[in-house]
């Protein structure tokens, strides 16, 4: 099955912050799917810093409780007409 996108688990974002394995996995994720010409996307993002560390590293892709908790269809939809 052709893939076109890596996601990147939250429990290795939880912690980019502040634990320096799990930033160099996040970096060695980002910079593998960059050589495959991969988009990639990181989930669970809940802090600034965090989002921070995957922007500095290339990652422009995210989803978590920083952007909004999770909400029924309607309330998406309404979201995107905001933005």
């Avoid at 799990?22 to 980002?30: K, N, P, R, S, T």
């Avoid at 669970?44 to 999770?70: D, I, N, R, W």
């Amino acid at each position: 099955m052709p893939i076109d996108q890596i996601k990147i688990d939250q429990s290795f974002v939880r912690d980019i912050a502040t634990d320096p394995n799990d930033a160099v996995m996040v970096q060695a994720i980002i910079d593998l799917a960059r050589n495959f010409h991969l988009n990639v996307i990181a989930e669970g993002v809940e802090t600034e810093a965090q989002l921070t560390f995957l922007k500095q590293h290339g990652c422009m892709a995210y989803q978590g409780y920083l952007f909004s908790k999770p909400v029924p269809i309607d309330e998406f939809e309404a979201l995107l007409k905001l933005g």
